[in-house]
């Protein structure tokens, strides 16, 4: 056991030099740090570093009452903050026994499947910034922000959500946030269209990427792989179709999947995944006009805050509001696991409770830390230029991976 | 719901574990069993290549610390069969200052990093991982933060005191 990070020791006579990629680098989209043996412009191996922007939310989960916890979540993957989110209140929910009505369910998926093409624009279209192609990524970063739109319509901020409540949203959609939903989904696919016919046989494109990094499915599963490019190795392993959470039975989509594993066929699996987020959503939209109308919550009082006007004027509404801001509501000591797709794989909480108003532990089962792990064995034998489109479709965000 | 149920799960390692695995729990439908580290890696190799339940999936490794009990340190296991769509939690618990547990790095390659956290933040020591160092804190870092008796903040510091509702 060495409690040193291994650093190359070259042999003078060898061709091989040292090369630290990240920690800070425009190519690494965000802080990893991968120290290389290369030979010219091929990689010898790599020894990843993580763990520069690790804030311990572990630990300070175990510190806060449930409610609190959801910021957190929002700093892991935060290119898809809304799905930790729901994923968090969902595993407070089912700790809490929290049966949720249809429309919140509903709700609940257009936001999830927003976040998800949100966070797969960005992954396709930096994909494409990285082996050259700049238009894509300034074409779709506009629909990002109409994304974005939609939750400062529904929540009030963009990127560090802090979206919905344990037991439902704060607030009801308006009707302002469906009008920019409905025209997301009208306009949308043209866009997506012409992103995929910029990309999708685009000669230069299709020679960067086909190929590129390929990866058994063998392989994928042995290193705990999920999400797109677990399916794209061509295993349909999605958590949505596996084990539905929040009424995603009631849905019809399909989970695609990949054939060899390698760059090209994650991107195409991502795109596909966004032409089925906007089926899901158009179905929960058309859904959400069959349910009453005024639900946005579970009637839950001692999760769910009650309107300011109660407080001031109905001494129970007071006594809820008061125990929940406190952190002071009953739940079962117990332990359970949740898991819910997130954008780039399976996102797990496993929570331990003593009956406390805190967890007594809470670990995150964080997609990008496990995907990570084989970035570099599989780099060795790569071009540098190989590696960093390579780094760029496992969509590996540091918030989650560093937690 | 899954293919095979939790009672024919737990039935299958009864028949070749006998009372080396037991079960102690069942919250949320998920299969919870405990057992000793002599056989954890026996139980993992036969959960994962039994032609019956293929839980070839790892999900998690974790630990967890009760300082109260005689074994506070506990080891967990996620494991998930894709095929059967079931899930199964394994736990092992190590006395305090013998927190040696075989690695699982063998049977599954993505359980290098997982162990490397688990180590980092509870001291577990896998014996027989390649690269067991601190992955997500410092390297010169000399205890095992997540332990229960670490606190979340220094407890002495003055910088947040308030004057009229403490700390």
């Known amino acids: ?403 | 719901m899954g293919k095979i149920t939790n009672q024919e799960v737990l039935d299958k390692i009864a028949e070749k574990f006998n009372d080396q695995v037991t079960l102690t729990g069942e919250a949320y439908g998920l299969l919870t069993v405990e057992t000793g580290r002599e056989q954890i890696i026996d139980l993992l190799t036969f959960l994962k290549t039994d032609a019956a339940l293929q839980f070839v999936f790892l999900t998690d490794i974790t630990a967890i610390h009760y300082p109260e009990q005689e074994k506070p340190i506990g080891v967990i296991y996620h494991l998930h069969s894709l095929v059967n769509n079931v899930r199964i939690r394994i736990k092992v618990f190590m006395h305090d200052g013998d927190t040696h547990i075989p690695t699982a790095t063998p049977l599954w390659d993505g359980a290098n990093w997982m162990e490397r956290e688990t180590y980092d933040f509870f001291g577990v020591i896998f014996d027989g991982h390649p690269d067991l160092r601190r992955i997500l804190n410092v390297d010169d870092m000399t205890v095992f933060p997540m332990r229960r008796e670490y606190p979340l903040e220094d407890p002495n510091r003055v910088d947040k005191k308030d004057f009229y509702f403490g700390r």
């Open chain 1, 1 to 403: 056991m060495q409690n040193h990070p291994v650093f190359f020791d070259n042999d003078p006579q060898s061709e091989a030099s040292t090369l630290n990629l990240g920690p800070t680098h425009p190519a690494t989209h965000g802080v990893f740090q991968n120290v290389l043996q290369i030979d010219g412009e091929r990689i010898l191996s790599g020894v990843s570093t993580i763990g520069y922007i690790h804030r311990a939310f572990e630990k300070i989960a175990e510190h806060r009452p449930y409610y609190q916890i959801t910021p957190l979540t929002d700093r892991l993957n935060y290119c898809s903050s809304p799905i930790n989110n729901m994923g968090w209140h969902m595993t407070v929910e089912k700790l809490a026994g929290i049966k949720t009505p249809k429309r919140v369910d509903y709700m609940r998926i257009i936001i999830m499947e927003l976040a998800r093409i949100a966070d797969h624009i960005v992954c396709n279209a930096i994909l494409g910034v990285d082996t050259g192609a700049l238009t894509g990524f300034t074409y779709m970063m506009q629909w990002r922000e109409k994304i974005y739109e939609i939750y400062e319509e529904v929540c009030g901020s963009r990127l560090t959500t802090n979206i919905g409540r344990i037991g439902g949203f704060e607030r009801n959609f308006n009707h302002i946030a469906f009008a920019k939903i409905r025209s997301f989904v009208k306009e949308y696919p043209a866009v997506l269209k012409e992103f995929e016919s910029l990309f999708n046989r685009n000669r230069i494109f299709v020679d960067r990427t086909r190929g590129v990094a390929p990866v058994t499915p063998e392989t994928a599963l042995s290193y705990s792989w999920s999400g797109p490019i677990l399916r794209a190795t061509g295993i349909d392993y999605d958590v949505r179709a596996m084990e539905p959470y929040s009424s995603y039975e009631d849905f019809d989509f399909e989970v695609p999947v990949g054939d060899n594993g390698d760059v090209y066929s994650r991107f195409l699996v991502r795109n596909e995944e966004m032409w089925q987020s906007l089926r899901l959503i158009e179905q929960a939209l058309n859904k959400i006009e069959k349910e009453p109308s005024d639900i946005f919550h579970a009637d839950v009082p001692e999760f769910f805050l009650p309107p300011k006007e109660e407080v001031y004027n109905n001494m129970e509404a007071l006594i809820y509001h008061f125990k929940i801001v406190m952190g002071e509501v009953e739940v079962p000591a117990t332990e359970l696991y949740h898991a819910v797709e997130g954008a780039n794989g399976e996102l797990g909480f496993y929570l331990v409770s003593d009956g406390g108003r805190s967890p007594y532990r809470l670990h995150f089962r964080r997609p990008s830390f496990i995907n990570y792990q084989m970035y570099a064995p599989m780099s060795a034998g790569m071009l540098l230029s190989d590696a960093i489109i390579n780094m760029s479709s496992l969509n590996v965000i540091a918030g989650e991976l560093d937690a």
